[in-house]
């Protein structure tokens, strides 16, 4: 028979779908009443990718050995951390979705020289305008995977905590950390489709289900991935760990590829950008203390485990 989802990973899900839902949708009330300048979505990007940053290297990789639990662990967790680099690079140099900084003032903030086809006969703005309806198709393609793959981290975060925990008791907030670096990261996104529907001359209310649609195919993407984790693979701790070290491998793409544009091509509020993602960093060596297992130590000898960390 087909087993269905842990009731303590549906509620907690269903709790975060709403938190997400909620959070994308007055963002972008919020976006439309804030002038979101480029120094301002700089500010808010190097939080949010220090947030991502330090949830891939401090929890993710971490978690992906422990819950593998075997002295091939690390092997594995590397393998698996490259082929998610390695596939949100690609995705990418595809589909050039990624990219939050719309504000008009983006290109003359004490910068560089504005792009190529800005100079001169505007040649390049013909070739940009021919493109732009592909491009549409890209991005909303490049988020909508983006999304997804958010979907499998949730789920592999969520699962292995319960992994760790056992029998879960009550309400715990299983995989709040790569939870809290999506509910973060998201708006970020939605600013971007915001931006491309307002180009296309859409209104407020196609645009909020839109977001709508776009915050709840993370979740349901973590349902479908907890699902089958739990029916067809049978929660093993080798998949829940490979997908945790390939989010790993995702979120180090994501947020160095928020980070190093401003780094090549500016050099304006360098010390505020560096203060806010320390903080950002900061904030997910934090997030050890609320997690709901202690997945950052071996386990204790007493449980039963497979686990060769203790000598
Ligand atoms: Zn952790
Ligand atoms: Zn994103
Ligand atoms: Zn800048």
Redesign the pocket.
């Known amino acids: 028979m087909v087993q269905s989802i842990d009731p303590s990973l549906l509620s907690v899900l269903l709790f975060y779908t709403v938190v997400l839902s909620a959070v994308i949708l007055s963002s972008a009330k919020l976006a439309g009443m804030v002038v979101l300048t480029h120094t301002r979505t700089q500010l808010i990007m190097s939080f949010v990718s220090g947030l991502m940053l330090g949830i891939a290297i401090f929890h993710l990789l971490p978690h992906a050995i422990y819950t593998i639990g075997t002295p091939a662990a690390v092997d594995i967790v590397a393998g698996w951390t490259m082929v998610g680099l390695l596939a949100m690079f690609l995705l990418l140099r595809v589909f050039h ?2 990219h ?1 900084d719309l504000a008009d003032d983006a290109h003359d903030a004490h910068c560089v020289e504005q792009p190529e086809q800005d100079s001169e006969t505007g040649i390049g703005e013909h070739e940009d305008s021919k493109k732009s309806n592909l491009a549409w198709v890209g991005v909303a393609f490049g ?1 909508t995977l ?2 997804m793959v ?1 979907g499998v981290a949730l789920a592999a975060s969520m699962q292995a905590d319960l992994l760790f925990m056992g029998e879960p008791t009550g309400f715990a907030l299983l995989g709040i950390g790569v939870f809290l670096a999506i509910l973060l ?2 708006p ?2 939605g600013l ?1 489709i915001s931006a491309l529907m307002i180009t296309a001359g859409t209104s407020a209310k196609a645009r909020g289900l839109v977001l709508l649609v776009f915050a709840l195919i993370c979740p349901l993407t973590a349902a479908a991935v907890l699902w089958s984790l739990e029916s067809i693979v049978d929660s093993s701790s080798l998949y829940v760990g490979s997908a945790l070290a390939f989010s790993a491998g995702v979120f180090l793409c ?1 947020s160095l590829s ?1 980070l190093l544009p401003e780094v090549h091509f500016h050099s304006h509020d360098r010390v505020k950008m560096t203060v806010v993602l320390l903080l950002g960093i900061g904030l997910a060596l934090a997030i050890s203390a609320v997690e709901p297992a202690h997945r950052h130590a071996p386990k204790p000898a007493s449980m039963q485990s497979s686990l060769l960390y203790e000598h």
């Open positions: 979705f990624h939050h988020l983006h999304t958010d990261h998201k970020l996104d971007t994501i928020d």
